[in-house]
Protein backbone atom coordinates (compact mmCIF):
# COMPACT_ATOMS: atom_id res chain seq x y z
CA UNK A 1 0.00 0.00 0.00
CA UNK A 2 2.93 2.31 1.13
CA UNK A 3 4.48 1.82 -2.40
CA UNK A 4 1.43 2.46 -4.36
CA UNK A 5 0.69 5.71 -2.29
CA UNK A 6 4.42 6.57 -2.78
CA UNK A 7 3.73 6.50 -6.46
CA UNK A 8 0.55 8.66 -6.50
CA UNK A 9 2.52 10.87 -4.96
CA UNK A 10 5.38 11.32 -6.71
CA UNK A 11 3.27 11.05 -10.21
CA UNK A 12 1.00 13.33 -9.35
CA UNK A 13 3.85 16.40 -8.00
CA UNK A 14 5.38 15.54 -11.82
CA UNK A 15 2.38 16.40 -13.04
CA UNK A 16 2.08 19.92 -10.85
CA UNK A 17 6.09 20.63 -12.21
CA UNK A 18 5.93 19.64 -15.45
CA UNK A 19 7.39 22.83 -16.87
CA UNK A 20 10.62 21.71 -18.89
CA UNK A 21 13.37 24.60 -17.58
CA UNK A 22 14.28 25.11 -21.27
CA UNK A 23 10.27 26.00 -22.18
CA UNK A 24 11.22 28.24 -19.20
CA UNK A 25 14.36 29.80 -20.70
CA UNK A 26 12.81 30.00 -23.55
CA UNK A 27 9.53 31.78 -22.60
CA UNK A 28 11.29 34.11 -20.61
CA UNK A 29 13.76 35.21 -23.29
CA UNK A 30 10.62 36.37 -25.48
CA UNK A 31 8.90 38.54 -22.73
CA UNK A 32 6.54 35.47 -21.02
CA UNK A 33 6.13 35.27 -17.18
CA UNK A 34 5.58 32.75 -15.53
CA UNK A 35 2.48 32.65 -12.84
CA UNK A 36 1.78 30.79 -9.79
CA UNK A 37 -1.88 31.93 -9.12
CA UNK A 38 -2.79 29.43 -6.63
CA UNK A 39 -0.64 26.30 -4.60
CA UNK A 40 -2.49 23.81 -5.91
CA UNK A 41 -2.45 24.91 -9.01
CA UNK A 42 0.28 24.42 -12.45
CA UNK A 43 1.96 28.03 -13.08
CA UNK A 44 0.73 29.47 -16.00
CA UNK A 45 2.39 31.58 -18.65
CA UNK A 46 1.02 34.93 -18.99
CA UNK A 47 2.45 38.36 -21.03
CA UNK A 48 3.16 41.40 -19.72
CA UNK A 49 -0.30 42.78 -20.53
CA UNK A 50 -1.72 40.16 -19.06
CA UNK A 51 -0.21 39.99 -15.78
CA UNK A 52 -0.79 43.96 -15.59
CA UNK A 53 -4.63 42.59 -16.00
CA UNK A 54 -4.27 40.56 -13.28
CA UNK A 55 -3.07 43.66 -11.08
CA UNK A 56 -5.75 45.09 -11.57
CA UNK A 57 -7.94 43.18 -10.86
CA UNK A 58 -6.49 42.39 -7.40
CA UNK A 59 -5.97 38.68 -8.30
CA UNK A 60 -2.74 37.89 -6.28
CA UNK A 61 0.28 35.87 -7.65
CA UNK A 62 3.83 35.15 -7.74
CA UNK A 63 5.79 35.86 -10.46
CA UNK A 64 7.84 32.78 -10.70
CA UNK A 65 9.80 32.95 -13.61
CA UNK A 66 13.26 34.07 -12.19
CA UNK A 67 13.13 31.56 -9.20
CA UNK A 68 11.40 28.57 -10.84
CA UNK A 69 14.39 26.28 -11.51
CA UNK A 70 16.12 26.99 -8.16
CA UNK A 71 12.69 26.40 -6.72
CA UNK A 72 12.42 23.24 -8.58
CA UNK A 73 15.47 21.87 -7.87
CA UNK A 74 14.65 21.63 -4.11
CA UNK A 75 11.61 19.67 -4.44
CA UNK A 76 8.14 20.25 -3.96
CA UNK A 77 6.62 22.07 -1.18
CA UNK A 78 4.34 19.37 0.71
CA UNK A 79 1.98 21.47 3.26
CA UNK A 80 1.86 19.21 6.16
CA UNK A 81 5.79 19.07 6.06
CA UNK A 82 5.63 22.94 5.85
CA UNK A 83 7.84 24.20 9.12
CA UNK A 84 5.41 25.54 11.73
CA UNK A 85 6.57 27.78 14.89
CA UNK A 86 6.62 26.49 17.95
CA UNK A 87 4.35 28.74 20.39
CA UNK A 88 6.48 31.55 21.60
CA UNK A 89 6.29 32.87 24.93
CA UNK A 90 4.48 36.13 25.62
CA UNK A 91 6.84 39.54 25.42
CA UNK A 92 8.79 39.04 28.61
CA UNK A 93 11.68 41.85 27.97
CA UNK A 94 9.34 45.24 28.90
CA UNK A 95 12.22 46.73 31.12
CA UNK A 96 14.48 46.88 28.56
CA UNK A 97 11.90 47.59 25.38
CA UNK A 98 10.02 50.54 26.78
CA UNK A 99 12.80 52.32 26.93
CA UNK A 100 13.95 52.08 23.18
CA UNK A 101 10.68 52.84 22.09
CA UNK A 102 11.13 55.99 23.27
CA UNK A 103 13.79 56.72 21.18
CA UNK A 104 11.41 55.71 17.72
CA UNK A 105 11.28 59.42 15.72
CA UNK A 106 8.65 60.33 13.60
CA UNK A 107 10.97 63.25 12.44
CA UNK A 108 13.40 61.00 11.24
CA UNK A 109 11.08 58.93 9.35
CA UNK A 110 9.21 61.85 7.72
CA UNK A 111 12.89 62.88 6.21
CA UNK A 112 13.54 59.62 5.12
CA UNK A 113 10.26 59.18 3.76
CA UNK A 114 10.74 62.16 1.75
CA UNK A 115 13.81 61.41 0.08
CA UNK A 116 11.91 58.37 -0.93
CA UNK A 117 9.39 59.97 -2.57
CA UNK A 118 11.12 62.06 -4.20
CA UNK A 119 12.14 59.86 -6.70
CA UNK A 120 10.10 60.01 -9.63
CA UNK A 121 8.80 56.28 -8.83
CA UNK A 122 10.70 53.41 -7.10
CA UNK A 123 9.63 50.90 -9.95
CA UNK A 124 11.99 48.01 -10.01
CA UNK A 125 13.50 48.92 -13.90
CA UNK A 126 14.46 52.18 -13.20
CA UNK A 127 17.39 54.05 -12.36
CA UNK A 128 15.34 55.55 -9.81
CA UNK A 129 14.17 52.35 -8.15
CA UNK A 130 18.04 51.44 -8.31
CA UNK A 131 18.45 54.76 -6.61
CA UNK A 132 16.42 54.52 -3.76
CA UNK A 133 17.51 51.11 -2.73
CA UNK A 134 21.26 52.64 -2.99
CA UNK A 135 19.48 55.85 -0.54
CA UNK A 136 18.61 53.28 2.23
CA UNK A 137 21.69 51.16 1.85
CA UNK A 138 23.45 54.41 2.18
CA UNK A 139 21.38 55.69 5.23
CA UNK A 140 22.40 52.11 7.25
CA UNK A 141 25.83 52.16 6.47
CA UNK A 142 25.73 55.77 7.79
CA UNK A 143 24.45 54.95 11.19
CA UNK A 144 27.02 51.61 11.17
CA UNK A 145 30.31 53.80 10.28
CA UNK A 146 28.93 56.47 12.97
CA UNK A 147 28.67 53.89 15.73
CA UNK A 148 31.92 52.02 15.22
CA UNK A 149 30.36 49.02 15.42
CA UNK A 150 31.92 45.84 13.26
CA UNK A 151 29.09 43.14 14.43
CA UNK A 152 26.33 45.13 11.93
CA UNK A 153 26.80 44.87 8.28
CA UNK A 154 24.18 46.32 5.16
CA UNK A 155 24.60 44.70 1.90
CA UNK A 156 22.61 44.67 -1.42
CA UNK A 157 21.24 41.74 -2.81
CA UNK A 158 21.71 41.34 -6.50
CA UNK A 159 18.45 40.49 -8.92
CA UNK A 160 18.43 40.16 -12.91
CA UNK A 161 16.73 43.63 -12.89
CA UNK A 162 18.60 46.97 -11.59
CA UNK A 163 17.16 47.41 -7.90
CA UNK A 164 18.74 45.03 -5.44
CA UNK A 165 17.32 44.53 -2.44
CA UNK A 166 18.63 45.19 1.09
CA UNK A 167 20.00 43.27 3.59
CA UNK A 168 20.83 44.75 7.55
CA UNK A 169 22.59 41.80 9.59
CA UNK A 170 23.35 42.05 13.19
CA UNK A 171 25.61 38.92 14.01
CA UNK A 172 24.68 36.67 16.69
CA UNK A 173 26.69 37.23 20.15
CA UNK A 174 25.77 34.05 21.18
CA UNK A 175 24.43 30.83 18.50
CA UNK A 176 25.52 32.44 15.23
CA UNK A 177 23.54 29.19 13.79
CA UNK A 178 20.27 29.08 15.73
CA UNK A 179 17.30 30.28 12.91
CA UNK A 180 17.19 33.62 11.92
CA UNK A 181 14.56 36.09 12.65
CA UNK A 182 13.59 38.33 10.11
CA UNK A 183 11.68 41.61 9.73
CA UNK A 184 10.33 42.67 6.41
CA UNK A 185 9.39 45.83 4.13
CA UNK A 186 9.09 46.48 0.42
CA UNK A 187 11.28 49.51 -0.99
CA UNK A 188 9.67 49.53 -4.51
CA UNK A 189 6.55 51.73 -6.12
CA UNK A 190 4.55 51.69 -8.71
CA UNK A 191 1.39 53.18 -10.51
CA UNK A 192 -0.60 51.25 -13.13
CA UNK A 193 0.92 50.27 -15.96
CA UNK A 194 3.89 53.03 -16.43
CA UNK A 195 7.49 52.03 -15.48
CA UNK A 196 8.23 55.76 -15.64
CA UNK A 197 4.81 57.06 -13.90
CA UNK A 198 4.59 58.95 -10.74
CA UNK A 199 4.57 56.70 -8.17
CA UNK A 200 5.56 58.29 -4.59
CA UNK A 201 4.69 55.03 -2.62
CA UNK A 202 4.54 57.18 0.49
CA UNK A 203 2.47 54.74 2.52
CA UNK A 204 2.74 51.35 -0.02
CA UNK A 205 5.03 50.61 1.44
CA UNK A 206 7.21 53.75 2.43
CA UNK A 207 5.96 53.67 5.49
CA UNK A 208 7.37 50.25 6.37
CA UNK A 209 10.44 51.01 5.15
CA UNK A 210 11.20 53.99 7.23
CA UNK A 211 9.24 51.88 9.80
CA UNK A 212 12.24 49.42 9.44
CA UNK A 213 15.20 52.02 9.05
CA UNK A 214 14.35 53.50 12.22
CA UNK A 215 14.03 50.49 13.99
CA UNK A 216 17.45 49.67 12.63
CA UNK A 217 18.58 52.97 13.58
CA UNK A 218 17.67 52.48 17.60
CA UNK A 219 19.25 48.31 17.90
CA UNK A 220 22.47 50.07 16.39
CA UNK A 221 22.92 52.92 18.58
CA UNK A 222 21.56 51.58 21.75
CA UNK A 223 24.33 48.73 21.54
CA UNK A 224 21.75 45.84 21.15
CA UNK A 225 23.45 42.78 20.47
CA UNK A 226 21.22 39.76 19.84
CA UNK A 227 21.72 36.28 21.01
CA UNK A 228 20.59 34.93 17.59
CA UNK A 229 21.26 36.14 14.19
CA UNK A 230 18.69 38.98 13.18
CA UNK A 231 18.08 40.51 9.98
CA UNK A 232 16.27 43.17 8.34
CA UNK A 233 14.67 43.28 4.71
CA UNK A 234 13.98 46.12 2.32
CA UNK A 235 12.72 44.27 -1.05
CA UNK A 236 12.41 45.18 -4.48
CA UNK A 237 9.99 44.53 -6.83
CA UNK A 238 7.29 43.15 -4.82
CA UNK A 239 4.46 45.04 -6.30
CA UNK A 240 5.19 42.80 -9.83
CA UNK A 241 4.50 39.38 -7.67
CA UNK A 242 7.03 39.42 -5.19
CA UNK A 243 10.03 38.93 -7.45
CA UNK A 244 12.96 40.18 -5.02
CA UNK A 245 11.60 37.82 -1.59
CA UNK A 246 10.96 34.90 -3.59
CA UNK A 247 14.74 35.46 -4.87
CA UNK A 248 15.85 36.03 -1.03
CA UNK A 249 13.10 33.17 0.43
CA UNK A 250 14.46 30.57 -2.66
CA UNK A 251 17.69 31.36 -1.81
CA UNK A 252 17.97 31.02 2.01
CA UNK A 253 15.87 27.49 1.32
CA UNK A 254 18.82 26.36 -0.80
CA UNK A 255 21.35 27.29 1.38
CA UNK A 256 19.59 25.21 4.38
CA UNK A 257 18.98 28.79 6.56
CA UNK A 258 16.39 28.23 9.06
CA UNK A 259 14.08 31.07 10.09
CA UNK A 260 12.53 31.84 13.41
CA UNK A 261 9.95 34.33 12.30
CA UNK A 262 9.51 36.79 9.97
CA UNK A 263 7.03 39.71 10.22
CA UNK A 264 6.38 41.94 7.16
CA UNK A 265 5.43 45.73 7.48
CA UNK A 266 3.62 46.89 4.45
CA UNK A 267 1.35 49.91 4.61
CA UNK A 268 1.43 51.27 8.25
CA UNK A 269 0.13 54.89 7.82
CA UNK A 270 -3.22 54.94 7.28
CA UNK A 271 -6.38 55.10 9.21
CA UNK A 272 -9.94 55.78 7.39
CA UNK A 273 -10.81 58.87 8.45
CA UNK A 274 -13.32 58.70 11.37
CA UNK A 275 -12.47 54.65 12.35
CA UNK A 276 -11.60 53.44 15.42
CA UNK A 277 -7.61 52.76 14.99
CA UNK A 278 -6.68 48.97 14.64
CA UNK A 279 -3.79 46.93 13.21
CA UNK A 280 -5.35 44.26 10.91
CA UNK A 281 -3.48 41.05 11.63
CA UNK A 282 -3.82 38.86 8.38
CA UNK A 283 -4.66 35.16 9.31
CA UNK A 284 -4.39 33.71 5.89
CA UNK A 285 -1.21 32.52 4.23
CA UNK A 286 0.54 33.29 7.87
CA UNK A 287 1.76 31.46 10.20
CA UNK A 288 -0.81 30.71 13.74
CA UNK A 289 2.21 31.23 16.30
CA UNK A 290 3.95 33.91 14.91
CA UNK A 291 0.65 35.88 14.21
CA UNK A 292 -0.69 35.42 18.03
CA UNK A 293 2.70 36.56 19.10
CA UNK A 294 2.33 39.28 17.44
CA UNK A 295 -0.65 40.23 18.83
CA UNK A 296 0.27 39.80 21.70
CA UNK A 297 3.49 42.51 20.74
CA UNK A 298 0.57 45.24 20.01
CA UNK A 299 -1.18 44.37 23.62
CA UNK A 300 2.66 45.08 25.17
CA UNK A 301 3.99 47.98 23.43
CA UNK A 302 1.30 49.82 21.47
CA UNK A 303 -1.67 51.82 22.30
CA UNK A 304 -3.72 49.82 19.83
CA UNK A 305 -4.90 46.22 19.19
CA UNK A 306 -4.82 43.78 16.23
CA UNK A 307 -8.14 42.86 14.52
CA UNK A 308 -7.99 39.88 12.15
CA UNK A 309 -8.08 40.23 8.57
CA UNK A 310 -7.40 38.22 5.30
CA UNK A 311 -5.57 39.64 2.72
CA UNK A 312 -5.27 37.08 -0.11
CA UNK A 313 -3.04 34.91 -2.32
CA UNK A 314 0.34 36.75 -2.42
CA UNK A 315 -0.77 39.88 -1.24
CA UNK A 316 2.71 40.83 0.03
CA UNK A 317 6.27 39.64 0.72
CA UNK A 318 5.67 37.60 3.90
CA UNK A 319 3.90 35.03 1.01
CA UNK A 320 7.05 34.43 -0.13
CA UNK A 321 8.46 33.13 2.93
CA UNK A 322 5.23 31.10 3.84
CA UNK A 323 5.50 29.59 0.31
CA UNK A 324 9.05 28.07 1.15
CA UNK A 325 7.67 26.79 4.31
CA UNK A 326 9.03 29.57 6.97
CA UNK A 327 7.31 30.77 9.75
CA UNK A 328 6.12 34.41 8.72
CA UNK A 329 3.45 36.89 9.72
CA UNK A 330 1.71 40.11 8.59
CA UNK A 331 -0.11 43.30 10.43
CA UNK A 332 -1.77 46.14 8.43
CA UNK A 333 -2.64 49.06 8.57
CA UNK A 334 -6.87 48.68 8.72
CA UNK A 335 -8.34 45.28 7.97
CA UNK A 336 -7.64 44.65 4.90
CA UNK A 337 -10.40 46.29 2.03
CA UNK A 338 -10.63 49.55 4.68
CA UNK A 339 -6.61 50.31 3.50
CA UNK A 340 -6.00 53.64 1.73
CA UNK A 341 -7.61 54.41 -1.76
CA UNK A 342 -4.53 56.46 -2.79
CA UNK A 343 -2.23 53.67 -3.03
CA UNK A 344 -0.82 52.92 -6.41
CA UNK A 345 -1.72 56.39 -7.56
CA UNK A 346 0.44 59.58 -7.75
CA UNK A 347 -1.58 61.03 -4.56
CA UNK A 348 0.60 58.23 -2.32
CA UNK A 349 1.61 61.16 -0.52
CA UNK A 350 1.40 61.69 3.19
CA UNK A 351 -0.66 65.11 2.70
CA UNK A 352 -3.57 62.16 1.45
CA UNK A 353 -6.94 62.10 4.14
CA UNK A 354 -6.20 59.92 6.70
CA UNK A 355 -2.66 59.80 6.65
CA UNK A 356 -0.89 59.58 10.27
CA UNK A 357 2.95 59.44 11.64
CA UNK A 358 1.05 58.40 15.31
CA UNK A 359 -0.97 55.70 13.80
CA UNK A 360 2.46 54.31 11.58
CA UNK A 361 4.77 54.60 14.55
CA UNK A 362 2.45 52.16 16.68
CA UNK A 363 3.48 49.31 13.89
CA UNK A 364 7.02 50.07 14.39
CA UNK A 365 6.80 49.65 18.20
CA UNK A 366 5.48 45.95 17.63
CA UNK A 367 8.43 45.69 14.70
CA UNK A 368 10.92 46.84 17.76
CA UNK A 369 9.55 43.80 20.07
CA UNK A 370 9.60 41.73 17.80
CA UNK A 371 13.04 42.08 16.82
CA UNK A 372 14.03 42.19 20.30
CA UNK A 373 12.02 39.64 22.17
CA UNK A 374 13.16 37.07 19.41
CA UNK A 375 16.83 37.42 19.67
CA UNK A 376 17.66 38.69 23.07
Known amino acids: ?25 EKASQGLRLLQLGDDLEPVWKTEEEKFDLLEQNVGFFDVTETYELEQSLGPIIKSKLVTAAAFPSPSHQSDVTPLLASLDTTQQATWLAALTAFNNRYYTQTSGADAAKFIQTTLGDFITASGRTDVSV ?32 MDSIQGRSATARAPG ?29 EFHWY ?20 GVEVKGMLQCDMTGYTRPGAAEVMGLVRDFTDPAVSDFVSQLAETYSRIRTVNTTCGYACSDHGSWTRQGYPSAFNFETPFGSHNPAIHTANDTVDAPGFSWEHSVEFAK ?8 LTV
Open 1 to 25: MKLFQAIAILAFFQGVCSIPISEVQ
Open 155 to 186: SPFAHTWVQSSTILKFAASVDPDAPVTILGAH
Open 202 to 230: ADDDGTGSVNLIDVARVLIQSGFVPSTPL
Open 236 to 255: AAEEVGLLGSQDIAVKYKAD
Open 366 to 373: VVLGFAYE
